[in-house]
């Protein structure tokens, strides 16, 4: 998937767009990559002698897979865009540091009364780095 299909299936735009590229999709599945360039804002004060990438971003970079995932499902809700209603147990197993790449890995597990149920996993080469499940609801877009 380009970058123009990223950008058309979410709302995010640089600098906090954290998906590259789609490597693999189907209805229930996905697979996307990030680069952490190391030139992002956040190093320079994220543990500026020893910089990581935050937690919480590769997070954020899973559950923007995850609403790209989504896009085809909700495209038909107008005015509307998913947003995280919960996290659930999250354990972050190995640090991101600048320059490594990152697989996104989000699967759909259920959809109950308009809420996504999701699980992400995050890993560097053959390092898990995070694991966690998610929730997902309808809100309206900003203009």
């Known amino acids: 998937m380009s970058l123009e299909e990223i ?3 979410i709302p995010h735009r ?3 767009l954290l998906v590259d590229e789609i490597v693999e999709r189907d209805e229930q599945h996905i697979v996307c990559r990030k680069t952490f360039r190391g030139d992002e804002y956040f190093y320079a004060g994220h543990y500026p002698n020893y910089p990581l990438t935050p937690g919480v971003l590769l997070c954020e970079a899973a559950m923007q897979a995850g609403a790209i995932l989504l896009a085809p499902v909700v495209a038909s809700e107008v005015g509307k865009v998913p947003v995280v ?3 659930n147990d ?3 197993k190995n640090a991101v540091k600048p320059g490594e790449t990152v ?3 989000v699967e759909l597990l ?3 009364a308009g809420v996504f ?3 992400a996993k995050v890993s560097c080469g053959e390092k898990l780095c995070v694991r966690f499940e998610f929730a997902c609801t309808m809100t309206d877009r900003l203009s």
């Open 85 to 87: 209603a919960r996290m």
């Open 117 to 119: 149920f999701m699980r």
């Open 90 to 92: 999250v354990r972050f």
């Open 7 to 9: 950008l058309a299936a």
């Open 103 to 105: 697989l996104l890995e």
């Open 14 to 16: 640089p600098p906090f």
């Open 110 to 112: 259920d959809k109950v």
